[in-house]
């Protein structure tokens, strides 16, 4: 059975939003998140109502990220000890598992998942993880190979991060009838610790797709999925045991409205796509609700 955990963050105000003033309408409560409507007055007045001024939704979690000084406030550290070791438990015990940040342009997707030099984010703290507990089970009479792979897809095509050849998102996307979907000539690569993850992670971020919008300086303009393939093996009663399980680590590009990142030419046609695959990605998440409600009752997110 899956397990699934949803998870809300709410990011600072970034300069263009403090230079236009505005205000910060969420609230957190545990695991509340509460987002009040600014344009209803807080004050009770006739024909309001609670649902006119406020939505409310409950989540996993719900981290609140906006002020350092907040003693409520949710850092790097937390979300990966919630988040992160779930996934890494989830591969050891021979599990596939997959991360992924969905939110609308500039929303601080890139910061929680990559992070940045001084904030290490959600995807390079778990690679770590992995080898350092391969590191503490090596004694143990298991051996393990990993290998690493990073895409992305842009303008709906497909392109390898990590081969230096690689101009052109030509990929093809092809469906094993044992394995299921895969991407065809797909390079692999081996790595022995995480210094070879970190350099191959950079390696494919250098030449991802970005470009600056009025929303967001640094926008990413594709989504890319970083893919570890754990195999661990080892002897049970003097027979082969082999365990495979894979890791995907997902930073999608942001929803976004042209009008407000400004995007013409290029840029408009590249957000086209860009929702038009986060809607197909929420029809199979609600599709999957379904199957979960018809399974047993009821469905969780």
């Given amino acids: 059975m899956a397990n699934v955990k949803v998870a809300v963050r709410v990011r600072p105000l970034n300069q263009r939003e403090v230079g236009m003033e ?15 409507n600014p344009k209803v007055s807080m004050s009770f007045h006739q ?4 649902r006119d001024r406020f939505k409310e939704f409950v989540y996993d979690y719900s981290y609140w990220s906006v002020d350092r000084d907040d003693s409520n406030f949710t850092s790097q550290e937390r979300v990966f000890v ?7 438990d989830s591969a050891f015990e021979g599990y596939n598992a997959c991360t992924f940040a969905y939110g609308q342009t500039g929303s601080g997707k890139t910061h929680t998942m990559m992070g940045s030099e001084d904030e290490v984010g959600l995807i390079p703290r778990i690679c770590k ?10 004694d143990n009479g298991i051996t393990f190979r990993t290998e690493v792979s990073y895409l992305e897809i842009y303008n709906e095509k497909v392109k390898d991060l990590l081969k230096k050849d690689s101009q052109h998102h030509n990929l093809r996307l092809r469906e094993h009838p044992k394995l299921g979907p895969y991407v065809q000539d797909l390079s692999k690569h081996l790595v022995m610790n995480y210094g070879d993850v970190e350099q191959l992670m950079n390696q494919g971020n250098s030449i991802r797709t970005t470009a600056t919008t009025k929303m967001n300086d ?14 661990q093996a080892k002897f049970d009663r003097d027979m082969p045991i082999e365990t495979v399980s894979k890791i995907h680590l997902v930073d999608l590009a942001g929803s976004e409205r042209a009008d407000s990142s400004g995007a013409t030419g290029d840029r408009l046609k590249e957000g086209g796509h860009i929702n038009k695959s986060l809607v197909t990605l929420g029809s199979v998440i609600s599709a999957l ?13």
């Fill in 22 to 36: 505005s205000k910060v309408i969420i609230e957190m409560d545990g695991k509340k998140t509460r987002i009040y």
């Fill in 47 to 50: 024909g309001d109502t609670a």
């Fill in 82 to 88: 919630d988040l992160g070791t779930k996934v890494v």
């Fill in 129 to 138: 993880t992995l080898f350092s507990r391969m590191q503490q089970n090596g």
């Fill in 218 to 231: 640094t926008s990413s303009r594709s989504h890319a999925i970083f893919t570890l393939t754990f195999v």
């Fill in 289 to 301: 609700a379904d199957i979960s409600i018809s399974e047993i009752g009821r469905a969780h997110v």
